[in-house]
């Protein structure tokens, strides 16, 4: 069973910046794509950013030049850098992995960090 998980959140001022991990229990090679999702106080989860096992990347309009997405399969380990931060960046970042499976794909989520940005 593979672990997920996310560390790097915390409290800053709009404009500034975080930078999140998603430590995995094993290798993140074997899966065919990681990315970042977000939860905000009564709102829906929403999707930030994918990367696949290729290396390429694809942001979510509201992050994109913003947020980047990178992943250091030799520490397997994901990371979001997340720059220009703003108050509506404010949620709960969860980190995943999906994973190829004979009956289809299989998502992983970790716990999540939560990121606040002040105004």
């Known amino acids: 069973q593979v672990r997920l998980v996310e560390s790097g959140g915390g409290l800053v001022q709009a404009g500034g910046s975080l930078r999140l991990s998603c430590a995995a229990s094993g290798s993140i090679f074997s899966f065919i794509a990681m990315g970042w999702y977000r939860q905000a106080p009564g709102k829906e989860r929403e999707w930030v950013a994918t990367i696949v096992r290729g290396g390429s990347a694809n942001y979510a309009d509201s992050v994109k030049d913003r947020f980047t997405i990178s992943r250091d399969n030799a520490k397997n380990t994901v990371y979001l850098q997340m720059d220009s931060l703003k108050p509506e960046d404010t949620a709960v970042y969860s980190c995943?992995?999906?994973?190829?499976?004979?009956?289809?794909?299989?998502?992983?989520w970790g716990q999540g960090t939560q990121v606040t940005v002040s105004s």
């Open positions: 995943t992995a999906a994973e190829q499976r004979l009956t289809g794909i299989y998502n992983y």
